[in-house]
């Protein structure tokens, strides 16, 4: 695939998806050690329990990450200006990540032509996870 | 409640050191298989100096620090209670590894929906490299759920 410009990117454009595997302990885990949160109610199913979760859940910050990778997988990382996500459900154990996203406008932004693109992230069932948004600069 | 003399609290500063083998370690946590997150030369050949820390990395900063966990003791908001409602950020300028991010947060608004059900609280956010260079801006939403 040619690396997308902005003549050639049109509105509706879909980006390649991204799908991730079931959510699982050792995610968390890793997750946890690699961005710093610690909070054990991701990793520590007596402190998720006592909170009142059928069990630990994933970091949203996990799922932001997962968003940014559907970006990146698209324009390299130095062209992405904005990245803006609502947190709308919780990412259960076995929980199958689907990210999506589509250009919504192709505009100029401070002297650069630019496109946004919605996002989206849903398990399995279609339940979205997060919504949000991206400004992408283009050649 | 949380109190809304906490509306322009501003956070101790966040230094955080971008090291290779952490940002090695935050690829394999999401799954990144780009190697320009994890190879020296993939990195260089894409114009980079070393390996650039993602898009959302630099919310390390105030949890390595200890910042996030003394604003949530601050507010009294229980991590039980806790959710995180929105997150953006705003770029400016890579981070790579062997740049030095601190990022300075203040508390921009607090208020509550649903009779005080639910409280948002609004951390808004500067990281800048050790150049003093606007790395990005960050803006969180917390929820205390109650």
Request: overall charge neutral; charged content about 20%; hydrophobic content about 40%.
């Amino acid at each position: 695939m040619n690396p997308p410009t902005f003549d050639t990117v049109q509105v509706g454009d879909q980006l390649p998806v991204l799908q991730l595997p079931p959510v699982d302990r050792t995610t968390l885990a890793l997750f946890a050690g690699a961005s710093g949160d610690h909070n054990p109610i991701h990793i520590d199913t007596d402190v998720a329990r006592r909170a009142g979760m059928p069990d630990v859940f994933a970091q949203g910050m996990l799922g932001m990450a997962w968003l940014a990778r559907l970006i990146t997988g698209w324009v390299p990382q130095r062209q992405l200006r904005r990245f803006d996500a609502r947190f709308q459900g919780i990412t259960q154990l076995g929980n199958a990540i689907r990210c999506s996203g589509h250009v919504v406008e192709k505009l100029e932004h401070q002297g650069e032509r630019c496109v946004r693109v919605e996002l989206r992230s849903e398990n399995q069932f279609g339940q979205a996870k997060i919504v949000g948004e991206a400004l992408v600069a283009l050649p | 409640m949380i109190d809304k003399k906490w509306i322009g609290h501003e956070l101790p500063t966040s230094v955080l050191p971008i090291e290779r083998s952490r940002l090695q370690f935050f690829a394999k946590a999401i799954g990144e298989t780009d190697p320009v997150y994890t190879d020296i030369v993939a990195a260089r050949n894409a114009g980079y100096p070393d390996l650039p820390a993602p898009a959302t990395f630099l919310f390390a900063a105030e949890l390595d620090s200890g910042a996030s966990d003394r604003l949530l003791a601050d507010l009294q908001i229980p991590i039980a209670k806790l959710l995180h409602g929105e997150q953006s950020f705003t770029y400016h300028k890579a981070a790579c590894v062997g740049d030095t991010v601190s990022v300075q947060s203040r508390i921009t608004d607090i208020y509550d929906k649903k009779n005080g059900a639910l409280e948002f609280v609004v951390k808004t956010s500067r990281a800048t490299n050790q150049r003093n260079e606007l790395v990005a801006e960050l803006r969180s939403v917390i929820v205390c759920r109650h």
